[in-house]
């Protein structure tokens, strides 16, 4: 594919573009058109298949943005993953568990600068932490407000119903790869099937389901990529996760020469065509620009140029002449995934002092020393220069069974018409 084509010149293929339609309108998912529209060979099919995810995004999802705050609480991991440097096996990484005090503080702490909607709270598996802790920083989180998003691994059935009694509305808890074999090889102190269940009784308890993938994994296929798709529209959950691969220098993963052939632009590239099929295939999920997403975007300019013609063809001269004029902007592609299907960002609102230690993979965004008041202050720059604006509110799925519960009196009357949290513009 060329870059520099301009998306007018580029040439644009008809079977790819009647592929596109079709699982854009939900009347296929064939595997050879979901193949076909994963790899398109033009610029004009790639942007075509952005700015049909964009544009889904917008009907089912509106313009707005929703900023959720995430607390990385505790960095002991009882899993060994071969891609994580949380992994139980990664001796030189400096461990920390908050208290479940210090969680809430942090909590408190990130609400005073923004009024999250949502906190996110994650951590590595670590049974340091008894069922009650977990659902005690639940409950005073939310009397603060906000919704609370759990993302710590697979725990029995009794902990996800304690915590969701206690209040939780949501869980994340990534599938990573939907290849069994791939999952054993990576994940060997669990299984894709364990994973499975554990979001099967999630769902059952009522929870909101956030799953993904992770893609560039070392052995992962197109066929599987395209398997891991199908998967997420058989699951249909509330939050699709797609990230990129990031070697982490003290994983099997990330060890020399594992990582010699890579090519960061390809890579950020592929992970949008990815978030927009998955915007096309599970159109009503909350899709975040994920923080690795930002990461690769740090190690790569060369993927700058064509994301400044996608911008020009997707927001037309407003958004482009204002990108283009700000360069530094441009380092970062979590705004080009908020224009192809995604419409959540996650800052980190971690204390600092633990910040620099969750390190899943080397070059966190905001593990800089970025102060909070100026992580915010960016993300809301760039959501302005996208002409979008940030969403007040929990920030809910906008399926008819999560936001009719939240205020049923409302909901009863129909007179509002704007269920809880669908969010007002600030
Ligand atoms: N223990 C929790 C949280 C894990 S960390 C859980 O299991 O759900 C959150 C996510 O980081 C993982 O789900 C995985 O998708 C991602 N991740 C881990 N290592 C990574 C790496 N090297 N590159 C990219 N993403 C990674």
Redesign the pocket.
């Known amino acids: 594919m060329t870059t520099g084509t301009t998306w007018q010149e580029a040439n644009t293929n008809g079977a790819y573009q009647q592929a596109l339609e079709r699982i854009a309108q939900g009347v296929s998912a064939e595997r050879h058109e979901i193949g076909l529209v994963l790899s398109p060979e033009t610029a004009g099919d790639e942007f075509g298949l952005l700015e049909a995810a964009h544009n889904a995004r917008l009907g089912n999802m509106g313009r707005q943005v929703h900023v959720r705050g995430i607390i990385e609480f505790s960095n002991y ?1 009882r ?1 060994d ?1 071969l ?4 992994r139980r096996s990664n001796a030189k990484l400096r461990r920390y568990r908050m208290s479940p005090e210090q969680i809430v503080e942090a909590a408190a702490f990130a609400l005073e600068f923004h009024g999250f909607g949502t906190i996110v709270l ?4 670590d049974p340091g932490y008894p069922a009650d802790a977990i659902a005690y920083v639940v409950k005073a989180i939310r009397q603060l407000g906000p919704a609370v998003t759990l ?4 725990r029995p059935y009794e902990d996800y119903e304690l915590w969701r009694k206690a209040g939780a509305d949501r869980f ?3 599938f ?1 790869t939907s290849d069994p074999n791939l999952f054993k090889e990576l994940n060997p102190s669990t299984t894709l099937d364990e994973r499975l269940q554990c979001l099967m009784n999630l769902r059952k308890l009522g929870y909101q389901i956030g799953t ?1 993938i ?1 893609l560039g994994l070392p052995g992962q296929t197109r066929q599987m990529i395209i398997c891991d798709l199908l998967l997420l529209k058989e699951l249909d959950p509330e939050m699709v ?1 797609v ?6 220098p003290g ?1 099997p ?1 990330g060890k020399a020469g594992a990582t010699a052939k890579r090519d960061p632009a390809r890579l950020i590239r592929a992970t949008l065509r990815a978030v927009a099929l998955s915007r096309l295939m599970v159109p009503l999920a909350h899709i975040p620009a994920t923080t ?1 997403l930002g990461v690769i975007g740090k190690g790569s300019r060369d993927w700058v140029e064509w994301a400044g013609d996608y911008i020009l063809k997707v927001l037309g001269d407003k958004g482009g002449s204002g990108w283009r004029a700000s360069a530094g902007d441009w380092s970062d592609p979590r705004a080009l995934a908020l224009v192809c299907g995604a419409n959540v960002i996650m800052p980190d609102v971690t204390p600092k002092v633990f910040r620099d230690s969750y390190e ?2 080397p070059g966190k965004a905001g593990s800089d020393g970025e102060e909070l008041s100026g992580t915010i202050k960016s993300i809301r720059t760039m959501v302005q220069n996208l002409g979008m604006s940030i969403a007040s509110g929990r920030g809910d799925s906008p399926k008819p069974q999560f936001t009719a519960k939240r205020c049923p009196a409302e909901s009863r009357s129909g007179i509002t018409g704007e269920g809880f949290g669908a969010g007002k513009e600030v």
């Open positions: 991991c899993q993953c891609y994580c440097g949380l994650q951590s590595g598996e993302s710590v691994g697979q994340l808890l990534k990573e993904g992770i996760s990230g990129p691969f990031i070697p982490h994983t993963l690795a899943i993979y």
